[in-house]
Nanobody, 117 residues
């Protein structure tokens, strides 16, 4: 079992920044992929950013250049720095862990991000 606990969500004005953190209950050194996903009301859950074992990353086109995913293996945390936030970034953000390409995905409970003036 892997437990994921997100923090850092909140209300921010357009153009502002937030930093989300995900605390993982086990070592993330050999986890195939850690990621952040989001789901806005009425929409499907979508991938925002992922970081892989070798440190490579990929991002949704809508957040490229604004969001940065990183991991701290010493602290077993995965972070998402979100800059230049837009109202369309409003959603519940979920941390995801995929131990291997064919493994079951683990999810956190989510943290709400609201971008509004």
């Amino acid at each position: 079992q892997v437990q994921l606990v997100e923090s850092g969500g909140g209300l921010v004005q357009p153009g502002g920044s937030l930093r989300l953190s995900c605390a993982v209950s086990r070592s993330i050194d050999n986890v195939y992929a850690m990621g952040w996903y989001r789901q806005a009301p009425g929409n499907q859950r979508e991938m925002v950013a992922r970081i892989f074992t070798d440190g490579s990353t990929n991002y949704a086109d809508s957040v490229k250049g604004r969001f940065t995913i990183s991991k701290d293996s010493a602290k077993n945390t995965v972070n998402l720095q979100m800059n230049s936030l837009k109202p369309e970034d409003t959603a519940d953000y979920y941390c995801n862990a995929k131990p291997s390409p064919i493994a079951y995905d683990y999810w956190g409970q989510g943290t709400q991000v609201t971008v509004s003036s």
